[in-house]
């Protein structure tokens, strides 16, 4: 069920994510989801309506940190990063197996999102 594209073609784009993610990445392994994320997700529990089918938009999703947890609580996801490595390790993570999760290796710039 988990689907990848690279959107990114041109080598040069690559250039405008010259930080050291692979470093970030091992900085904050396994860190929890980010509060923001966790007090969205009671809100919208609170609504009652977990019977919707939910999809989230993950911009700079990273390695799934936020993602994983809107998996588990059964959202559909659509991750999005610039960091190709990023999304390597955001599809090597157990917990997305079998999970409704589409991601893209992506500028903000030109994505296209789904209506």
Same mark, same amino acid.
């Given at each position: 069920?988990?689907?990848?594209?690279?959107?990114?073609?041109?080598?040069?784009?690559?250039?405008?994510?010259?930080?050291?993610?692979?470093?970030?990445?091992?900085?904050?392994?396994?860190?929890?989801?980010?509060? #923001?994320?966790?007090? =969205?997700?009671?809100?919208?529990? =609170?609504?009652?309506?977990? =019977?919707?089918?939910?999809?989230?938009?993950?911009?700079?999703?990273?390695?799934?940190?936020?993602?994983?947890?809107?998996?588990?609580?059964?959202?559909?996801?659509?991750?999005?990063?610039?960091?190709?490595?990023?999304? =390597?390790?955001?599809?090597?993570?157990?917990?997305?197996?079998?999970?409704?999760?589409?991601?893209?290796?992506?500028?903000?710039? #030109?994505?296209?999102?789904?209506?």
């Amino acid at each position: 069920m988990v689907k990848s594209t690279n959107e990114q073609t041109d080598s040069t784009d690559s250039k405008v994510f010259d930080r050291d993610w692979v470093a970030y990445y091992n900085a904050v392994e396994g860190r929890p989801p980010r509060d #923001t994320l966790l007090a =969205a997700l009671e809100r919208f529990e =609170a609504e009652g309506s977990e =019977a919707i089918s939910r999809l989230a938009v993950d911009l700079g999703c990273g390695d799934g940190r936020d993602t994983v947890e809107l998996l588990k609580r059964g959202w559909r996801v659509l991750g999005i990063d610039g960091s190709p490595e990023a999304i =390597a390790r955001l599809l090597s993570r157990p917990e997305v197996m079998g999970k409704p999760l589409e991601t893209q290796v992506n500028r903000f710039e #030109t994505v296209v999102l789904p209506p």
